[in-house]
């Protein structure tokens, strides 16, 4: 079973970036893609960027081209790029291996 952990969360300034990362401090034994989503207050959880067992990767929407899902040779960590970020980016973000999330990390973007 993985034991997710998010970092890399924080206040940031509208058109700035930061750097998430996800790692498996358990032993996963998912064979799927990992996962990052994001939820707001009074919001559902919502699909964020994914990266499959091949290395493709999904974006939603709205992130794509601003968003960058990536990892090394392993299968964690798993790092989101954000860049260009503006207040509606403003979430808990959590990253999701099957059925394992971790806590999350807060990701705050002042206008």
């Known amino acids: 079973q993985a034991q997710l952990k998010e970092s890399g969360g924080g206040l940031v300034q509208a058109g700035g970036s930061l750097r998430l990362s996800c790692e498996d401090y358990?032993?996963?034994?998912?064979?799927?893609?990992v996962n990052w989503y994001r939820q707001g207050p009074g919001k559902e959880r919502e699909f964020v960027a994914r990266?499959?067992?091949?290395?493709?990767?999904n974006y939603a929407p709205g992130v794509e081209g601003r968003f960058t899902i990536s990892r090394g040779n392993t299968r964690f960590p798993v790092y989101l790029q954000m860049t260009n970020l503006k207040p509606e980016d403003t979430d808990v973000y959590y990253c999701?291996?099957?059925?394992?999330w971790g806590q999350g990390t807060r990701v705050t973007v002042s206008s």
């Open positions: 358990g032993a996963s034994d998912c064979i799927s893609s």
């Open positions: 999701n291996d099957c059925a394992d």
């Open positions: 990266i499959h067992v091949n290395g493709v990767t």
